[in-house]
């Protein structure tokens, strides 16, 4: 089967997976604490020896795949609300989250406080602050710069915020989660807690709709290419093939 129709089959998979990206990016342009995902992709030659092959072949043998996706770590703007209990983060740092699966982390300060008198996230799940979840007894709410939560003059707790190193493999969790590799979260030293507001989606609405664009062509150039691919194996199936003696 010709190597020209395994490129284009790779390249239909890499440009739909780019697809489901792009839009689950405009889909949170208005989450707050959501950060894009941005996809990168490398190309492999079908052979590892290709010391032999022409320009030519060689050119029809580079299949193009998606390697994965990266965090934009660019800061969202900070949105007043007047909400006691929203707060931001203006630096590069992420709140701590005990989540059912583990501790995860987020830009997303949108928090409330439950029934329980705990601080949670609006999917539910309890703050972490430096001694585990925060306990929230009364009104009103004062957060400081460095996260110490004080309700009525008594000091409930501090949000636990952590930095990572720049070279950190983030991944999203779903939402406004998002995961890293065991040891790699520190305590924050470059980032300070904006109460009362709330950071905007990173997102670009404009930019990623060019790229929905672009990708969506990319795909239907794939899918035209398989489909002369295919229409070329059926010719050759059915006129060539039985004249081979």
């Known amino acids: 089967m010709s190597s020209g129709y395994y490129a284009a089959c790779t390249g239909l998979v890499s440009r739909t997976a780019a697809l489901d990206t792009i839009a689950n990016n405009l889909a949170n342009v208005s989450t707050a604490g959501f950060r894009a995902s941005h996809n990168n992709f490398s190309s492999v030659l079908a052979t590892a020896d290709n010391a032999g092959l022409s320009t030519l072949n060689q050119d029809v043998n580079d299949y193009g795949i998606l390697n994965g996706t990266q965090l934009d770590s660019t800061q969202g703007a900070l949105v007043p609300t007047n909400n006691d209990l929203d707060v931001a983060i203006e630096g590069p740092g992420y709140f701590a989250v005990q989540a059912p699966s583990g501790e995860v982390y987020t830009r997303g300060?949108?928090?409330?406080?439950?029934?329980?008198?705990?601080?949670?996230?609006?999917?539910?799940?309890?703050?972490?602050?430096?001694?585990?979840?925060?306990?929230?007894?009364?009104?009103?709410?004062?957060?400081?710069?460095?996260?110490?939560?004080?309700?009525?003059?008594?000091?409930?707790?501090?949000?636990?915020?952590?930095?990572?190193?720049?070279?950190?493999?983030?991944?999203?969790?779903?939402?406004?989660?998002?995961?890293?590799?065991?040891?790699?979260?520190?305590?924050?030293?470059?980032?300070?807690?904006?109460?009362?507001?709330?950071?905007?989606?990173?997102?670009?609405?404009?930019?990623?709709?060019?790229?929905?664009?672009?990708?969506?062509?990319?795909?239907?150039?794939?899918?035209?290419?398989?489909?002369?691919?295919?229409?070329?194996?059926?010719?050759?199936?059915?006129?060539?093939?039985?004249?081979?003696?």
């Open 109 to 245: 300060g949108s928090f409330r406080v439950s029934a329980q008198g705990q601080l949670i996230t609006p999917a539910g799940d309890p703050v972490l602050g430096d001694s585990g979840p925060i306990r929230i007894a009364g009104t009103p709410v004062s957060i400081s710069s460095d996260g110490t939560i004080t309700a009525q003059g008594a000091i409930s707790g501090r949000l636990k915020l952590v930095e990572f190193p720049p070279t950190t493999s983030i991944q999203s969790a779903g939402g406004t989660y998002y995961t890293a590799p065991q040891g790699t979260a520190v305590d924050a030293t470059k980032s300070k807690v904006r109460q009362g507001m709330l950071e905007s989606s990173n997102v670009n609405p404009v930019t990623s709709v060019v790229e929905l664009i672009g990708a969506q062509r990319d795909v239907e150039s794939m899918r035209h290419v398989l489909t002369m691919f295919s229409s070329e194996m059926d010719k050759t199936a059915a006129q060539d093939l039985p004249r081979v003696s």
